[in-house]
């Protein structure tokens, strides 16, 4: 139960669903108590009367007092009827308040979940199957909603039945009432022996449908490699070993309560026979009535079910204390960047107003750009002094020893091998780690002194892996701003080299692109994320790449296009074609991390160096 209590504060928010659904619990609990009480005095007055209506057997009087028993009898039931509706009425009442309480807190806490991971650094991200994150955020969060809804509901109810129903037992005969409850104590032990089973088959359960999740995620994403190389036959051969796994996992807990529940019903059928045994015997010495015996059944009866359900009820708890605790494991992750953010965003959970409306809600209607629009004054300037960085995961150095200086308004272009560190140097820029050595400045302030915000704000960021959103290109362009016209998608648009493609398609601009922008080509896809950066109007315009599937002759005429744009803003253009960096003004080349040959286009190609020679073997290619 600690992993659960972390969702003290969300039953604290919502204290008053909470205590109204425990005040209906009790007041249904109280009417089903009712009846059993009437059957009692009904099944005593009715034996007492037949006693009695012996005496007027072939008088007068005998159809009168036959319709009195009759009119009592009616009076009996219409009051058994008429609690049992208003039992029913508040049950209602009881699960508007516990169950809705249970959905409300399911909605905040996917938010929450959702609003902590998009704080989360990109190396993060790195080591996460994009599956198992899923998985928490839904499959883990609604079994965490079964145990404040259901769960909690049924364990209220059987304390204040158990309660309630005890007191008026022992009311009527308490010996008969210890006689009844004898079979509890092997209740508890029953309960103690399985519950171990049962959070054992929970955890490996939940680790099933994370690997299950994540391999149809992975299956789906890459099914144009699937389709291509025909490993259909071996991805429904995998997934039908890992759902194998899951169904196993599952009968082995479904398998654990087929023996729970019956033997949980014998026990009740056990404090039945004793009830009506032992009560037999009280009949018969005269310590107890046959009013009693039923009212006993009734009492039993009405327990049955909340003992029953207590292993029901066991597994949600148990299954959510798993799917919590995996939760809780996302929720600790920190932020390992020391962010410095502008008071009006210093944390986004707490954008909720005291109404109790969903905070996404009002941070969706929050334009960014509105808000930054008078502190976005950055000239960007960026430089480099000794900069060094590990990937943590992998413990390989990505930059060893960077030291440069670009002013505002400058072009640098970025060249190198594969693996010499070029994206790595972009997202350092973008803060998306911070370095392990050395320091980097822009508009000579620490880059971690900036608001990070601020700092994103201020960069329209292309990568070289273009992710594009199921949606029409026009709100992919227009994803870029908050605040964009229809006037500056287009502009943008012929800006990148897109505009003319674009009206070429059936829709235009509301064209929709499917998952990941996969009717796409991959030039298409490259130039409509250049769009969408550049209507932001960023003061750091970096391209990492993002023109390697289109040819050369096409990228010259794209960064022709953008000269007017890059010219008023600071601009870092990575390619691994030095032909495309002859618009720069300086340009660094690297190597396993480091700077080997540094200066403008034609200083390099001056020195006959590794940027010559690259140059050279492109030129022969056609690169």
């Known amino acids: 139960m600690s992993s659960l209590s972390r969702l003290n504060s969300y039953l604290l928010k919502y204290k008053y669903h909470l205590l109204w659904g425990t005040f209906f619990i009790i007041l249904s609990n109280l009417l089903s108590i009712y009846p059993a009480q009437i059957v009692r005095v009904a099944f005593d007055l009715i034996k007492q009367q ?24 009616g009076i009996f039931g219409a009051l058994i009827i008429l609690l049992a509706l208003f039992r029913g009425l508040f049950m209602f009442f009881m699960r508007q308040s516990l169950i809705v309480m249970s959905r409300k807190i399911e909605n905040d806490l996917k938010n929450d979940i959702f609003l902590h991971l998009q704080t989360l650094p990109v190396a993060f991200y790195r080591k996460q199957h994009t599956g198992d994150i899923m998985a928490r955020i839904s499959e883990d969060v609604s079994r965490v909603r079964m145990y404040l809804g259901p769960a909690i509901m049924y364990s209220i109810n059987l304390f204040f039945m158990f309660l309630l129903v005890i007191i008026s037992m022992v009311n009527v005969n308490p010996f008969l009432t210890i006689i009844v409850l004898t079979p509890l104590p092997l209740l508890a032990v029953l309960m103690y022996l399985v519950n171990h089973k049962i959070n054992k088959h929970s955890e490996e359960i939940q680790g099933a449908v994370s690997e299950l999740s994540t ?19 071996n991805s429904l051969n995998r997934f039908s070993i890992l759902n ?26 056990l404090s039945t026979i004793l009830t009506v045994y032992v009560g037999g015997m009280g009949v018969m010495d005269g310590s107890a009535t046959t009013g009693n015996i039923a009212e006993f059944v009734l009492y039993v009866n009405m327990l049955a079910w909340p003992v ?23 929720l600790d992750q920190k932020n390992e960047l020391q962010i410095l953010v502008s008071p009006s965003f210093s944390d986004l959970r707490n954008v909720e107003n005291e109404s109790g409306k969903a905070s996404i809600e009002h941070i969706r209607n929050m334009s960014i750009n509105e808000n930054f629009q008078n502190m976005n004054v950055m000239s960007g300037k960026i430089s480099f002094k000794n900069v060094s960085f590990i990937f943590p995961d992998s413990g390989r150095k990505a930059i060893s020893n960077i030291s440069f200086e670009l002013p505002a308004n400058k072009t640098l272009g970025v060249t190198g091998n594969i693996g010499s560190g070029k994206s790595t140097l972009a997202g350092l820029i973008c803060r998306f780690f911070d370095p392990g050595e050395g320091e980097i400045r822009i508009d000579d302030k620490p880059i971690n002194e900036l608001d990070i915000r601020l700092l994103r704000n201020s960069i329209g960021y292309v990568p070289q892996d273009v992710f594009l959103f199921s949606d029409t290109i026009y709100n ?16 943008m648009a012929k800006q990148a080299g897109i505009f003319e493609t674009i009206k070429g398609f059936n829709s235009g601009f509301e064209t929709e692109i499917g998952e990941r922008g996969i009717t796409l080509s991959g030039g298409q896809k490259q130039r409509i994320a250049i769009a969408r950066a550049l209507i932001r109007q960023p003061r750091i315009l970096i391209l990492d790449d993002c023109l390697s599937a289109v040819d050369t002759k096409t990228e010259n005429l794209i960064l022709e296009n953008l000269g007017g744009f890059i010219k008023n803003r600071t601009s870092v253009i990575i390619s691994h074609r030095v032909s495309s960096l002859k618009f720069a003004d300086y340009i660094l080349v690297l190597d396993s991390g480091r700077i080997i040959e540094e200066g403008n286009f034609e200083e390099l190609l001056k020195i006959k160096g590794n940027f010559y020679q690259l140059h050279e073997s492109q030129l022969k290619e056609g690169i």
Not at 310 to 327: K, N
Not at 476 to 489: C, R
């Open 50 to 73: 037949i006693t009695l209506f012996s005496w007027f057997n072939h008088t007068s009087l005998e159809v009168s007092y036959y319709n009195l028993i009759a009119i009592f009898l």
């Open 215 to 233: 391999f149809t995620q992975e299956a789906f994403s890459g099914i144009r490699v699937l389709k291509s190389f025909s490993r259909e036959q």
């Open 244 to 269: 194998a796994g899951y169904f196993k996992k599952t009968n082995r807990l479904t398998f654990v309560n087929a023996w729970y529940y019956p033997l949980l019903v014998l026990l009740i059928g």
């Open 308 to 330: 029953t359900s207590l292993g029901w009820v066991t597994s949600l708890i148990q299954r959510a204390a798993v799917s919590q605790r995996r939760i809780n494991v996302l």
């Open 476 to 491: 992919n362009i227009a994803f870029g701003s908050t605040n964009a016209t229809n006037d500056e998608v287009i502009e």
